[in-house]
T-cell receptor, first 112, second 114 residues
Framework: DAKTTQPPSMDCAEGRAANLPCNHSTISGNEYVYWYRQIHSQGPQYIIHGLKNNETNEMASLIITEDRKSSTLILPHATLRDTAVYYCIVRVAETGFQKLVFGTGTRLLVSP | NAGVMQNPRHLVRRRGQEARLRCSPMKGHSHVYWYRQLPEEGLKFMVYLQKENIIDESGMPKERFSAEFPKEGPSILRIQQVVRGDSAAYFC????????????FGSGTQLSVL
């Protein structure tokens, strides 16, 4: 699986958009980008995933660059409850086994 | 539909005792994964199971650790003769048979070894 690089921490003001970058310059053509987050003392939560097109769901938007070497997770209106560690993970999506490899992620702090 | 249920939420054991961690996957999910998170570290994959089968245990320590997912009942992660280094948060996740890309995690079991 391709490695990802994320900033260790970011700050965001409540109500503003939080833009979390992820670099995955060695991504292969059949590898997807997944985002999970982990709120303190809880299990990780799936947010969104994509291959090459931008994706949006009720939680966030995922913007993937045309060369697919980087992506950005966007929380359009961050709330205090969005304070968490955000993990960007790249791996092949198959019908079989899924071993997600979690890195150290980005610690997002949303402040009033 | 209840989420992934793990119990106990907190478990305290003395060195040398056994720890049993339980995980009930979401209804309809037939795949279970166990992850371990040491203090201030990321989550590390341990084992992947389907009903009555261990599919991948490449992240499981070779000794003292075992996992099962019987035909009936929850998945069990068993740690024998616990040591202080086993103190960690243990998370279970499940996935549906047709959406392997999404893992649903439980709230974890915090194991403390005295």
């Amino acid at each position: 699986d391709a490695k990802t690089t994320q900033p260790p921490s970011m700050d965001c003001a409540e109500g503003r958009a939080a833009n979390l970058p992820c670099n995955h310059s060695t991504i292969s053509g059949n590898e997807y980008v997944y985002w999970y987050r982990q709120i303190h003392s809880q299990g990780p939560q799936y947010i969104i995933h994509g291959l090459k097109n931008n994706e949006t769901n009720e939680m966030a938007s995922l913007i993937i660059t045309e060369d697919r070497k980087s992506s950005t997770l966007i929380l359009p209106h961050a709330t205090l409850r969005d304070t968490a560690v955000y993990y960007c993970i790249v791996r092949v999506a198959e019908t079989g086994f899924q071993k997600l490899v979690f890195g150290t992620g980005t610690r997002l702090l949303v402040s009033p | 539909n209840a989420g992934v249920m793990q119990n106990p939420r907190h478990l305290v054991r003395r060195r040398g005792q056994e720890a049993r961690l339980r995980c009930s996957p979401m209804k309809g999910h037939s795949h279970v994964y166990w992850y371990r998170q040491l203090p201030e570290e990321g989550l590390k994959f341990m084992v992947y199971l389907q009903k009555e089968n261990i599919i991948d245990e490449s992240g499981m320590p070779k000794e003292r650790f075992s996992a099962e997912f019987p035909k009936e009942g929850p998945s069990i992660l068993r740690i024998q003769q616990v040591v202080r280094g086993d103190s960690a948060a243990y998370f279970c996740a499940s996935s549906p048979p047709t959406e392997h890309e999404k893992l649903f995690f439980g709230s974890g079991t915090q194991l403390s070894v005295l």
